[in-house]
């Protein structure tokens, strides 16, 4: 019979991938306010070019009624911005009391704790718990900010650089919007929209992680926390060094896990960072069910692309005489045969870096690249020494400042 820890890992495990769908909902979301404004801020920037005229000024007076212009142009979009950071502080706090009830469920189901309730977490907890939560260092409303100030500073840019270089109203509207043989992804808005869903999907998992942890801290069985990443080709250096380490919270925490450092250190640990902090309980010596890895470097929209590409290969010239439901089958079968190569197990206590290991050099390769692979196999240098103690990828050349003996015995 599974014991408590395993049913608790388990149910943790499962609500992952309910966070991964509430993370790409909640970006698209975002993406789509911004996406409503767009025609607005063209039909404007259409208008006051077109007004702007050539008036024959001298230079200093042309820049001057250029800057107006732009700041008139952006009163707008900064009251949507304002918006989009009252939005976000709201939905936030609501998924922070969300993953608190999550967590007082799992707790429910997977510990027996009937007695288990969250009374003193009231909505005006989470209002600063999630608001004032500082990841990557700055709060979601200080990235927010910064997404905003560059979008200006990138519009403004090109308008300036537009009016200054003869070019057309069309074609420096061109240059925002995008073009449409690009489906729009050309223009300096589409950069603001990747950067929002990137910046929202991780605020969505600092907020999952803060109402976690409140609730983890109210149980009172919680021996301490254990970084868990995902076991993949896609996971950064910073995930693959900080899996399977602990923060202990109480004294009986398990002596043989090695220490999380920094200690504060909390996913998301980076933009689209996918780790989680696990909760130990008191009966964590057991023997927990093996953890699953996937040895390929794709994201799963790439691979389902180089599935199909495969089969129609494979099909030759009878792919076109297929139907799609025969398609689909061939299709199948080439993620099947991926999934039987790529696809493992590993012991539940395992870190990263015992999973890197055992790994093909292939593999190894794309996840390092060719000069830290031979730091790794030559040089002695274990994945963890990748980064400093802020989690920030060294480069070779701090690489090579720090492990001189490393880098010599590299060869590099």
Not at 143 to 168: D, N, P
Not at 169 to 190: H, K, N, P, W, Y
Request: proline share 4%.
């Amino acid at each position: 019979m599974a014991t408590a820890a395993e049913r608790l890992s388990d149910a943790l495990i499962r609500h992952q991938h309910d966070i991964e769908s509430l993370k790409k909902g909640t970006a698209n979301e975002y993406v789509k306010k911004l996406r409503r404004e767009d025609a607005a801020l063209v039909a404007a920037l259409l208008l006051a070019l077109d007004s702007f005229g050539e008036t024959g000024d001298a230079a200093a007076r042309k820049i001057k009624r250029l800057e107006t212009l732009i700041d008139n142009l952006l009163s707008d979009r900064r009251q949507l911005w304002v918006k989009i950071r009252a939005d976000a502080q709201s939905d936030l706090k609501q998924i922070g009391q969300m993953e608190a009830a999550v967590a007082q469920e799992l707790f429910e189901e997977s510990v027996g704790l009937d007695e288990f309730t969250l009374p003193a977490l009231a909505a005006a907890v989470f209002l600063p718990a999630t608001r004032d939560s500082v990841w990557l260092g700055r709060t979601t409303a200080e990235h927010l900010k910064l997404l905003e100030l560059k979008e200006r500073s990138t519009i403004a840019q090109s308008i300036r650089r537009g009016v200054f270089e003869g070019m057309t109203s069309g074609e420096i509207v061109a240059s925002i919007r995008g073009t449409r043989g690009f489906g729009m992804a050309d223009g300096s808005l589409q950069a603001t929209r990747n950067g929002l869903s990137a910046l929202m999907a991780t605020a969505v998992v600092n907020a999952a992680t803060t109402g976690q942890a409140l609730a983890f801290k109210e149980s009172g069985v919680i021996t301490g926390l254990i970084w868990v990443s995902i076991l993949d080709g896609r996971t950064t250096i910073l995930c693959q060094g900080r899996d399977g380490l602990g923060v202990p919270i109480t004294d009986d925490f398990p002596k043989d896990i090695p220490l999380l450092s920094p200690p504060s250190a909390r996913p998301p640990a980076h933009y689209n960072c996918r780790s989680q902090m696990e909760p130990t309980l008191r009966d964590m010596g057991i023997v927990k069910p093996h953890r699953v890895f996937v040895t390929d470097t794709r994201t799963n929209s790439k691979r389902r692309i180089d599935f199909r590409a495969e089969a129609k290969t494979r099909a030759g010239a009878s792919w076109s005489g297929l139907t799609e439901r025969q398609r689909r089958r061939r299709i199948r079968t080439i993620a099947n045969e991926w999934a039987a190569a790529n696809i493992g197990t590993i012991a539940p206590r395992a870190t990263y870096s015992e999973f890197f290991a055992r790994q093909p050099e292939s593999f190894q390769r794309n996840v390092l690249g060719p000069s830290r692979l031979k730091l790794y196999k030559d040089g002695g240098l274990d994945i963890s020494k990748f980064v400093d103690f802020t989690g920030k990828q060294l480069t070779l050349e701090m690489l090579k400042g720090k492990y001189p003996t490393a880098w010599d015995k590299a060869g590099l």
